[in-house]
């Protein structure tokens, strides 16, 4: 069965320093998603991204995040300048049509 | 108020037991449901998808939705060890490239 894979499962950075969580989305699918969960809380909407385009973001998401589709394949979430308030799971997820999201297993970052 | 509600327990029962979880919300135009599987440290796992109130089976698993009172639910019957995990719900405005909204999750221990 298709599934959205990530990578790396766990990412440890300094606080400052830019990350890139990797991400390929099912084959078929048009429409991606991050989201990310800080332990304990509430899985959150970021961003997603339609047609090599953000279609919507969350006050989340701003200046220090991106999002880009670099080929057929791969779906990346970078963040600048990391803050020691990113620590959090990274999901991504995908769809096609009207079907719902299914989410990858997801990255562990750790800011130190 | 928060957008969507749900009780995080955490709610433990014998193997065997019928499990309820449920969730409510607050915006009527959420119109499409899901509950999502979620084991530690790990992704969301579609569950259940559903957009019409009432009911829909799928093995072991029933959803029901009840548009009027803003209330969804999830049954587990003949519960298993192995359901062990946190229960995610989430909604949203239309079947298209619209974000999910999560609620914080409800945790089930099955014990044996």
């Known amino acids: 069965e298709p599934e959205v894979t990530q990578t790396p499962s766990h990412q440890v950075t300094q606080m400052g320093q830019e990350v890139i969580l990797r991400c390929v989305p099912i084959?078929?699918?048009?429409?991606f998603y991050w989201y990310r969960q800080i332990l304990g809380q509430k899985v959150e909407f970021l961003v997603s991204?339609?047609?090599?385009?953000?279609?919507?973001k969350s006050e989340i998401f701003d200046d220090q995040f991106s999002v880009e589709r670099p080929d057929g394949s791969n779906f990346t979430l970078k963040i600048r300048s990391t803050k020691l308030e990113d620590s959090a799971m990274y999901f991504c997820?995908?769809?096609?049509?009207?079907?719902?999201?299914?989410f990858g297993p997801g990255t562990r970052l750790t800011v130190l | 108020q928060k957008e969507v509600e749900q009780d995080p327990g955490p709610l433990s029962v014998p193997e065997g037991a019928i499990v309820s979880l449920n969730c409510t919300y607050s915006?009527?135009?959420?119109?499409?449901f899901m509950w999502y599987r979620q084991y530690s440290r790990k992704g969301p796992e579609l569950l259940m998808y559903?957009?019409?109130?009432g009911n829909k089976e799928d093995g072991r698993f029933t959803a029901q939705v009840d548009k009027s009172s803003k209330y969804i639910s999830l049954f587990i019957r003949d519960s298993q060890p192995s359901d062990s995990a946190t229960y995610l719900c989430?909604?949203?405005?239309?079947?298209?490239?619209?974000?999910?909204?999560f609620g914080k999750g409800t945790r089930l221990s099955v014990i044996a």
């Open positions: 997820a995908s769809k096609v049509g009207e079907d719902t999201q299914y």
């Open positions: 084959s078929n699918h048009l429409y």
């Open positions: 991204f339609y047609n090599n385009e953000i279609s919507e």
């Open positions: 915006n009527s135009a959420f119109q499409y």
């Open positions: 559903t957009y019409s109130s």
């Open positions: 989430a909604m949203s405005f239309n079947s298209g490239n619209t974000p999910l909204v």
